[in-house]
């Protein structure tokens, strides 16, 4: 089964740092433009951030911007999401979707309290 797999969540005081990773299970991540997105309880899919298979082009939803970095080793496959100073506004399911959210990972949470 093709699919994405996110790790690296837990919980985190505010103005704290976590990293996320995105892997893939039967697909070569490095291949694919790779989008995160989130979902906080009790609302909708909110898109993060993306980036081009090569890295030239990222992109980020104005609140994180200056906060969070994706970045990605296509050596190992992997794409990450750096989350800087979070605030308790970032907590929330995050997951990773390929360019056309077709394939998606069962998600990790985010977790911001203090």
């Known amino acids: 089964q093709m699919r994405l797999m996110e790790s690296g969540g837990g919980l985190v005081q505010p103005g704290g740092s976590l990293r996320l990773s995105c892997t893939g299970s039967g697909l070569t991540v490095s291949k694919y433009w790779i989008n995160w997105v989130r979902q906080a309880p009790g609302k909708g899919l909110e898109w993060v951030s993306f980036?081009?298979?090569?890295?030239?082009?990222?992109n980020y939803v104005d609140s994180v911007k200056g906060r969070f970095t994706i970045s990605r080793d296509n050596a190992k496959d992997t794409v990450y999401l750096q989350m800087n100073s979070l605030s308790v506004e970032d907590a929330a399911v995050y997951y990773c979707?390929?360019?056309?959210?077709?394939?998606w990972g069962q998600g990790t949470q985010v977790t911001v309290s203090s």
């Open positions: 980036i081009s298979s090569d890295s030239i082009i990222t």
């Open positions: 979707l390929d360019g056309h959210w077709t394939y």
